[in-house]
């Protein structure tokens, strides 16, 4: 039997649009005790960007308390190591009041550390870095491709923050980051127990393009000129999904209906990358992995506590 002070974090992983916020909030209602969320989600831990990154309302949370949505403001530096500090100290105090902790995975590299810890790597070069950010995109890519071309497949030419950092690890460590990654998962956390949702690609496609639509009803563009015109937006938050090409729209540079597309094409592939990452997780023992398909969150969660607990 598993007592309140010692029970497992249960972490909730699978593509975006998935469903892993209804199904961790019914199983915050199921479990014995009660659980709470803490979100694993990069861009969900900046105010004001809620639409875009599809932090749970309240209405979504279902009176299930939440941890680590909304915490900095979007112009604010933000780290793997910021989260897994704080996702590490919620877990505990979850804990601590009886409850099961039950994380909720949207970036797969915060799920990582959180069950395998940090990678280990090169101290930060701040002048290497001023001399990345400095160098034209194109040559930035051109090396990437050249040092890592298995990061170069993940990561969308558009995307320069990634690709920074993974040309930065390339020339301090002298390795591919992604032969580090691979290498980076040797032992799994025995304080945790992993729920994956397996969607086949044309259901997640769908899903994706019926949530863009949502988003756009719901107000995004909206919330992108807000925090755009008022200069709220950091170089990593302007970069998110969603964002960056209303952005694009918004300077004149597409039109909206140009923008809209373009968010359905990137958060396609972003899922496309999100599955390449899944099946890293696959060789972890005991996790259980459900195909959500037309289930109820509720059919589901009764079929990952019974595979998990009882």
């Known amino acids: 039997m598993t007592t309140s002070n010692n029970r497992p974090a249960i972490v909730v992983i699978?593509?975006?649009?998935?469903?892993?916020?209804?199904?961790?909030?019914?199983l915050a209602r199921q479990l014995s005790g009660g659980g709470e969320c803490?979100?694993?989600?990069?861009?969900?831990?900046?105010?004001?960007?809620?639409?875009?990154?599809?932090?749970?309302?309240?209405?979504?949370?279902?009176g299930i308390p939440h941890h680590l949505l909304d915490v900095v403001d979007p112009d604010q530096p933000w780290t793997l190591d910021d989260w897994l500090a704080r996702a590490n100290q919620a877990v505990e105090d979850i804990r601590s009041r009886g409850k099961w902790p039950i994380l909720v995975g949207g970036t797969n590299l915060y799920v990582?550390?959180?069950?395998?810890?940090?990678?280990?790597?090169?101290a930060p070069d701040p002048a290497l870095r001023a001399e990345l950010m400095a160098m034209d995109p194109e040559s930035l890519r051109a090396e990437l491709v050249q040092r890592d071309s298995e990061a170069a497949?993940?990561?969308?030419?558009?995307?320069?923050?990634?690709?920074?950092?993974?040309?930065?690890?390339?020339?301090?460590?002298?390795?591919?980051?992604?032969?580090?990654?691979?290498?980076?998962?040797?032992?799994?956390?025995?304080?945790a127990r992993l729920v994956g949702l397996d969607w086949p690609t044309d259901l997640i496609n769908r899903r994706i393009n019926t949530r863009v639509r949502q988003m756009m009803e719901a107000g995004l563009l909206t919330e992108v000129r807000k925090l755009h015109e008022t200069g709220l937006l950091g170089e990593q938050a302007a970069a998110?999904?969603?964002?960056?090409?209303?952005?694009?729209?918004?300077?004149?540079?597409?039109?909206?209906?140009?923008?809209?597309?373009?968010?359905?094409?990137?958060?396609?592939?972003?899922?496309?990358q999100q599955r390449t990452w899944l099946?890293?997780?696959r060789h972890i023992a005991g996790a259980t992995w459900v195909e959500p398909g037309e289930k109820t969150p509720q059919s589901i969660v009764k079929?990952?506590?019974?595979?998990q607990f009882d």
């Open 240 to 272: 998110a999904v969603g964002y960056a090409q209303l952005i694009d729209h918004l300077d004149g540079q597409t039109t909206l209906e140009e923008a809209v597309e373009q968010i359905k094409i990137r958060t396609r592939r972003f899922a496309k």
């Open 14 to 26: 699978g593509p975006t649009a998935g469903g892993k916020t209804a199904i961790s909030v019914e």
């Open 38 to 62: 803490v979100s694993a989600d990069s861009m969900q831990v900046y105010r004001g960007m809620d639409i875009g990154t599809a932090t749970p309302t309240n209405e979504e949370r279902g």
């Open 112 to 122: 990582q550390a959180f069950l395998f810890g940090l990678l280990d790597g090169p």
């Open 153 to 191: 497949d993940r990561i969308h030419r558009n995307d320069l923050r990634r690709t920074i950092r993974a040309v930065e690890y390339a020339r301090l460590a002298g390795q591919p980051l992604s032969a580090a990654q691979v290498q980076w998962h040797q032992e799994c956390r025995k304080d």
């Open 303 to 307: 079929t990952i506590i019974t595979s």
């Open 279 to 281: 099946r890293k997780f």
